[in-house]
């Protein structure tokens, strides 16, 4: 039996998401990471982690939600990547475990913004990065190895897997083609979001195409 009809049901004669698609995506994704890492990481030092914590919140984005902004393979690696760097050096400079948490977390987020990386798990990076460089024995720059070996097999099963079991990663936004006449434009949605002044997990290009498709619905039932 094919793997994407283990893991997907039917109905209407399409695919729909299903929670075990997402499960043995973050399974995969998780013990390629663990097992790669590890095996890179030999003889090279004993003390590193071979699989970092934000790892998991990163699994649950690329398997769960790969349509998500947040979950897209720049927002994956340089969100977290970028937040890690963030974390040591601040924790390097400024050694009080407290205040380098603090300011770790609270720049990693001005840096993703930035930097169109913005991935929740970063600010986790960041946070957990200060502190061990605070720590004792205190993380260097070679703790920066199992994140990037890390994030970088789970974007890779990511892409494999979620393209595999029809969501195609990175998310790709379905085409929309405007009539004249119709109750908005694409130009509304800009606006309306810059009214509401709020960064919502979810594209506009996405937010169009369900419009549309919903007022196609209407106009079919009507």
């Given at each position: 039996m094919a793997l994407n009809s283990i893991i997907t049901t039917q109905a209407g004669g399409k695919r729909r998401f299903g929670p075990m698609r997402a499960a043995l995506g973050a399974l995969f994704g998780i013990a390629m990471a663990g097992a790669l890492t590890r095996l890179l990481e030999g003889g090279y030092d004993p003390t590193l982690p071979f699989l970092v914590a934000p790892l998991g919140a990163s699994a649950v984005l690329v398997f769960a939600v790969p349509?998500?902004?947040l979950a897209q393979?720049?927002?994956?690696?340089?969100g977290d990547l970028l937040s890690a760097v963030v974390g040591i050096a601040v924790g390097k400079l400024v050694?009080?475990?407290w205040l380098a948490g603090s300011l770790a977390v609270g720049l990693a987020i001005a840096v993703m913004m930035a930097?169109?990386?913005?991935?929740?798990p970063g600010g986790a990076c960041a946070l957990l990065c200060a502190l061990g460089a605070t720590g004792t024995p205190a993380w260097g720059w070679a703790h920066?190895?199992?994140?990037?070996?890390?994030?970088?097999?789970?974007?890779?099963?990511?892409?494999l897997y979620n393209n595999a079991t029809d969501h195609p990663w990175p998310h790709r936004v379905p085409p929309v083609a405007h009539k004249p006449g119709e109750p908005?434009?694409?130009?509304?949605i800009e606006a309306l979001l810059a009214e509401w002044d709020e960064t919502l997990d979810v594209d506009p290009d996405d937010l169009d195409a369900f419009v549309q498709a919903l007022l196609k619905r209407g106009a079919a039932r009507g």
């Amino acid at each position: 039996m094919a793997l994407n009809s283990i893991i997907t049901t039917q109905a209407g004669g399409k695919r729909r998401f299903g929670p075990m698609r997402a499960a043995l995506g973050a399974l995969f994704g998780i013990a390629m990471a663990g097992a790669l890492t590890r095996l890179l990481e030999g003889g090279y030092d004993p003390t590193l982690p071979f699989l970092v914590a934000p790892l998991g919140a990163s699994a649950v984005l690329v398997f769960a939600v790969p349509a998500s902004p947040l979950a897209q393979p720049w927002p994956v690696i340089g969100g977290d990547l970028l937040s890690a760097v963030v974390g040591i050096a601040v924790g390097k400079l400024v050694g009080d475990p407290w205040l380098a948490g603090s300011l770790a977390v609270g720049l990693a987020i001005a840096v993703m913004m930035a930097t169109r990386c913005l991935h929740p798990p970063g600010g986790a990076c960041a946070l957990l990065c200060a502190l061990g460089a605070t720590g004792t024995p205190a993380w260097g720059w070679a703790h920066l190895l199992p994140f990037a070996i890390n994030v970088v097999t789970l974007c890779a099963v990511g892409w494999l897997y979620n393209n595999a079991t029809d969501h195609p990663w990175p998310h790709r936004v379905p085409p929309v083609a405007h009539k004249p006449g119709e109750p908005y434009t694409r130009e509304d949605i800009e606006a309306l979001l810059a009214e509401w002044d709020e960064t919502l997990d979810v594209d506009p290009d996405d937010l169009d195409a369900f419009v549309q498709a919903l007022l196609k619905r209407g106009a079919a039932r009507g």
